[in-house]
């Protein structure tokens, strides 16, 4: 008679924190959509525990693509000055950010940094192009790729601009820059920018 061996059940262990689709652990960013149809296949929002990939694809051929928004903006957050380098603060700052965002409007943050990104994004510019000694502005089309690095650098450049000479913290001047850039509001640093290149671009064409 063969005696039956009962097997115990694998034992499930809890995922570590962060890791999967989770930014900072929170929020699930498979569920957030992008309104602009030219820069959504180029918005990452790939992510892991920590948004720090240690700099990896910093000198590979559009290796910023393969890198979330989420830690393209906080590495933008480090500019020249008091944030320079301190990118646990700058993540704490964003994270902190987002909490805040969650908090008051009862919605995925993720979704609102989409969208004041998307928001922020030009659709054109203007370059030079030189007849004989005589420099004449054109307007040009701007790449999906291009678009997204002027909205990211001009949503933290607003962002670390609201705590100088000013009692904001960072955390605040990112809300702030944020919320108003996600409703397009035209008192955002990253959308009056937008704005003024556009405009220049129109008059250029």
């Not at 689709?21 to 960013?29: E, S």
């Not at 904001?168 to 944020?178: A, D, F, P, S």
Request: hydrophobic letters at 40%; aromatic letters at 6%.
């Amino acid at each position: 008679m063969v005696e039956e061996t009962s097997e115990e059940p694998p034992v499930v262990e809890a995922p570590i924190r962060g890791i999967g689709t989770l930014v900072f652990g929170k929020w699930d960013a498979t569920e957030v959509t992008c309104t602009d149809p030219g820069i959504s296949p180029y918005i990452n929002l790939q992510t892991v525990g920590v948004p720090h990939s240690g700099g990896r694809h910093a000198n590979a051929w559009f290796g910023k693509s393969k890198l979330s928004i989420v830690e393209r903006f906080i590495n933008g957050l480090m500019r020249s000055g008091k944030y320079t380098g301190k990118k646990l603060a700058a993540a704490k700052a964003f994270e902190d950010a987002l909490d805040r965002i969650a908090d008051r409007d009862d919605t995925n943050p993720l979704q609102t940094f989409v969208d004041a990104v998307a928001n922020s994004a030009p659709m054109e510019e203007i370059t030079y192009i030189k007849f004989g000694a005589v420099r004449q502005p054109k307007a040009a089309d701007s790449a999906p790729s291009r678009r997204i690095d002027v909205a990211i650098r001009n949503l933290a450049k607003g962002s670390t601009q609201a705590t100088r000479k000013s009692t904001k913290t960072l955390t605040q001047g990112i809300v702030n820059e944020i919320s108003k850039a996600a409703s397009a509001d035209v008192t955002s640093f990253a959308v009056g920018k937008k704005e003024e290149v556009e405009r220049i671009a129109a008059a250029a064409r």
